[in-house]
């Protein structure tokens, strides 16, 4: 008799090491059984790699644009599929994007077969990028941003910048800033958008909500809001406010 085995769910919060092995398998594109069905639903789906709140107005758009087709975001950790999962539910499909290597690149792309491709602000993957351009499968650089630090990095990559970024199907930057940089990296395809950040709009009883906070916490308390902190950072933090030795000052984490 063969041995019961555990719940994904259960290896995950029990067996860091399965977790580990497993997420090995998948970013070198080693799908399961389940990923395989997924990918029969959106074998005619929409692939992109795009993080956070941001992207939630362009995937409500495509959602709509394209009713059906099949929406599959791709994520990197863990943390950004569960910040998925949090955001959009059930109305997308999500898996691991395979690392940036050509068998893993071909097998994603043969197993999900996308119609449209769109990555995310600087996520320049460029064999994903090559493979896309070689299958015919428009690849789009949307919300595109782009520091001098990084610029100067990939100039340093001489062609495979260049080739890369004339080899994307349309660029939306969201400043003339980083379309001016991008383009002195040899993109050619490239326009102005603005950011999608400025999309996302708010609840409609937000600034209701805000007053009635504001009053909770006092309306003349100072309040120090560190509303978004990795590991590790809350404790500096307390440490900085604590030298600051701020009067009556709340802190909200």
């Avoid at 085995?5 to 092995?21: D, G, N």
């Avoid at 995310?120 to 941003?145: D, G, S, Y």
């Avoid at 969201?174 to 001016?180: F, G, M, P, R, Y």
């Amino acid at each position: 008799m063969a041995a019961p085995q555990a719940s994904p769910t259960v290896r995950k919060c029990v067996y860091v090491h399965t977790l580990a092995l497993h997420l090995i398998a998948v970013h070198f594109a080693a799908f399961s059984a389940s990923e395989t069905i997924m990918a029969r639903v959106t074998s005619a789906g929409v692939s992109s790699t795009l993080g956070g709140a941001a992207a939630l107005p362009l995937i409500a758009l495509l959602c709509k644009q394209y009713p059906k087709h099949r929406i599959l975001i791709t994520h990197g950790t863990p943390t950004g599929r569960a910040t998925s999962e949090q955001l959009l539910g059930n109305a997308v499909h999500r898996c691991y994007l395979p690392y940036d290597l050509p068998f893993a690149v071909g097998r994603f792309l043969r197993h999900f077969q996308p119609q449209l491709g769109l990555i995310m602000e600087t996520e320049l993957w460029f064999n994903l990028i090559a493979q896309c351009k070689a299958k015919h499968i428009p690849l789009l650089l949307v919300n595109a941003r782009l520091s001098e630090r990084s610029a100067r990095g990939y100039a340093k990559l001489g062609k495979l910048t260049s080739q890369g970024l004339q080899q994307l199907a349309g660029i939306a930057a969201q400043t003339d800033t980083d379309a001016e940089r991008l383009r002195r990296l040899g993109a050619q395809e490239v326009s102005v958008m603005g950011n999608l950040k400025f999309d996302v709009a708010p609840p409609a009883d937000a600034a209701e909500q805000g007053t009635q906070l504001r009053h909770l916490f006092g309306n003349t308390r100072p309040v120090f809001l560190a509303a978004s902190t990795r590991e590790g950072e809350e404790a500096l933090i307390l440490d900085a406010l604590v030298e600051a030795n701020i009067p009556d000052l709340l802190t909200v984490i």
